[in-house]
Nanobody, 122 residues
Framework: QVQLAESGGGLVQAGGSLRLSCAASGRIFSINAMGWYRQAPGKQRELVADITSSGSTHYADSVKGRFTISRDNAENAVYLQMNSLEPEDTAVYYC????????????????WGQGTQVTVSS
């Protein structure tokens, strides 16, 4: 019923920048919080940043000052601007959103995208 599609990953040198985008589509009634997680090889998935529907943000300590999360409620989209990238940022980045669908407006479901690879070379 709902799909999250990420884009913008790729290969970049240390110190460079990338901008990830994620668009939600389908039978959407409303979207609560949206966010980005990442999972590096051999590690657990971890929260990178999230943003509420009113725009309040939260960041992992490791990305504060370097990454910026934003959203466009009209487009059902969330973005992650990543600057000063480090090799430690290499991971698959996943978009997530808490969504009420038109079929079940009383229920909030957590949806995930397929992930996009970010590789930072030293």
């Amino acid at each position: 019923q709902v799909q999250l599609a990420e884009s913008g990953g790729g290969l970049v040198q240390a110190g460079g920048s990338l901008r990830l985008s994620c668009a939600a589509s389908g039978r959407i009634f409303s979207i609560n919080a949206m966010g980005w997680y990442r999972q590096a090889p051999g590690k657990q998935r971890e929260l990178v940043a999230d943003i509420t529907s009113s725009g309040s943000t939260h960041y992992a300590d490791s990305v504060k000052g370097r990454f910026t999360i934003s959203r466009d409620n009209a487009e059902n989209a969330v973005y992650l601007q990543m600057n000063s990238l480090e090799p430690e940022d290499t991971a698959v980045y996943y978009c997530t959103a808490f969504i009420r669908t038109t079929g079940q407006v009383m229920a909030v479901t957590n949806y995930w995208g397929q992930g996009t690879q970010v590789t930072v070379s030293s």
